[in-house]
């Protein structure tokens, strides 16, 4: 059964920067693709980036070249690395297996000052 477990949210001030991880447990890490959505509070999850399983990325259209994805095959994690982060990136970031759909609990990040 796979599960994913993020860690690395908090409290950031504007223009900071910040490192999430997702730590996958159950078999065969590497053939799926992965994703970071986010919800804003009082908004819809929206996706934040993608990484399939042959490399590939994706990011969305808010978050270009402030953000990185990768994945570490060994270690079974995805990350998300975000900076120049704004108040409007506050939200609960998940960690999204997309091939089975299963999410992770989700991070808390606030930017504020």
């Known amino acids: 059964q796979v599960q994913l477990v993020e860690s690395g949210g908090g409290l950031v001030r504007p223009g900071g920067s910040l490192t999430l991880s997702?730590?996958?447990?159950?078999?065969?890490?590497?053939?799926y693709t992965m994703a970071w959505y986010r919800q804003p509070p009082g908004k819809q999850r929206e996706l934040v980036a993608s990484i399939a399983r042959g490399?590939?990325?994706?990011?969305?259209?808010?978050?270009?070249?402030?953000?990185?994805?990768?994945?570490?095959?060994?270690?079974?994690?995805?990350?998300?690395?975000?900076?120049s982060l704004k108040s409007e990136d506050t939200a609960v970031y998940y960690c999204h297996n997309v091939d089975l759909d299963v999410w992770g609990q989700g991070t808390q990040v606030t930017v504020s000052s």
Do not use: E, N, W
């Open 55 to 83: 490399g590939v990325t994706d990011y969305a259209d808010s978050m270009k070249g402030r953000v990185t994805i990768s994945r570490d095959f060994v270690k079974k994690t995805v990350s998300l690395q975000m900076s």
């Open 22 to 31: 997702c730590a996958a447990s159950g078999p065969i890490f590497s053939i």
